[in-house]
Structures are given as structure tokens and as C-alpha cells.
């Protein structure tokens, strides 16, 4: 009697270690998830050179905001090579994407961002966040994925996962 009790004991420790283990990591990304989703929200604010919304992505920003998770938000990426002076495409998509983004950020305000544990609740609230990544700023990330050409856009989803993903999961359809 006292060996099952023992046993049992010991089975009941061991749930409820493991599930202490899930609810700590589970608030752990929840933690991550909030801190990137507040420095989205300050930088999206700042804006870039004047145009509220769009965010300048350089290096391992890249990385953080992008292929790395948790994500509680959309990305739509802009990969341009407007600083080099000689994309057209890219400067005719500009002002569109600028335009977007301003629409976006002033459609951000309605939407209710204190209560972390809603981060993934309802895919209504989920935000939208307008990064460039212009080519002089992120050659490595162009040449990782095999790009030769500009603009490109990439829609990239939310995750709930703090695995790296491979930038080639998104953008496939890119080089195809």
C-alpha cells in the first residue's frame, strides 16, 4: 500500500512538473511575442523618413522580426533597391506602399494591445506591420535568398513557434 502510494505520488509530482514546464513556456513566448510586438509598435509610430507605418529593416532585425518566432503579427515584406538609384520598379511601387502603410497605422489605433494573453485569441485584432528591406541594407538577405531582382513582396503569417524558420519557407514563391 504504501509502494503504490509512493508511486502515485510520484506520477502526480511528475504531471505537475511537466505541466508547470508547459505553462512556463508557454508564458515565455507570450513574453517574447509582446516585447517584439511593442517594439513593432514603437518603430511603426516613428515610421521611416517621415512616412508613419513603414518600418526600415536592416541586419538582424531581419532575423529577429522576421524568420524568427514568436510572431503575433503579419509581416508584409518589401524587399526594394530604392537606395540604389536604379530600380524603377521599386520607385514606382513606393508611394503605394507608403500610402499603405499610413493606412495601416492609423487603422492600428483601434486596435487593443494591453492584455498579452490575447496575442493570438482573435485573428481580427491581429496586426499588420509594413517593413522595407532595402537591398543596401540587407545584401546577405538577398543573396540568401537567391534574389537578383527587385521589388518583391512577401505576405509572412503569424507563429506561435520560437523556432527559427528558414527564410525560404516565405519566400519561395520569390524566385519562382
Given at each position: ?81 530604392i537606395s540604389s538609384g536604379n530600380c524603377q520598379p521599386c520607385e514606382q511601387i513606393n508611394p503605394a506602399i507608403q500610402a499603405l502603410a ?29 517593413i522595407n528591406a532595402d537591398f543596401a541594407n540587407n545584401r546577405n538577405v538577398f543573396q540568401r535568398l537567391g534574389l537578383s531582382t527587385a ?26
Open positions: 500500500m504504501a509502494c503504490q502510494f509512493r508511486i502515485l505520488s510520484t506520477a502526480l509530482w511528475t504531471v505537475l512538473f511537466l505541466t508547470y514546464q508547459c505553462i512556463s513556456v508557454s508564458e515565455e513566448i507570450t513574453l517574447q511575442a509582446q516585447e517584439k510586438l511593442e517594439e513593432l509598435l514603437t518603430k511603426s509610430a516613428a515610421g521611416s523618413n517621415g512616412h508613419p507605418g513603414l518600418i526600415e529593416i536592416a541586419g538582424s532585425d531581419f532575423e529577429k522580426f522576421i524568420t524568427r518566432g514568436p510572431r503575433p503579427y503579419y509581416l508584409l515584406v518589401v524587399l526594394t533597391a499610413k493606412t495601416v497605422e492609423e487603422q492600428r489605433s483601434k486596435i487593443d494591445h494591453s492584455d498579452a494573453s490575447e496575442l493570438w485569441a482573435n485573428p481580427e485584432q491581429t496586426d499588420v506591420f509594413i521589388p518583391s513582396i512577401v505576405l509572412v503569417p503569424p507563429s506561435k513557434s520560437r523556432k527559427e524558420i528558414p527564410l525560404a519557407r516565405f519566400f519561395k514563391s520569390i524566385s519562382n
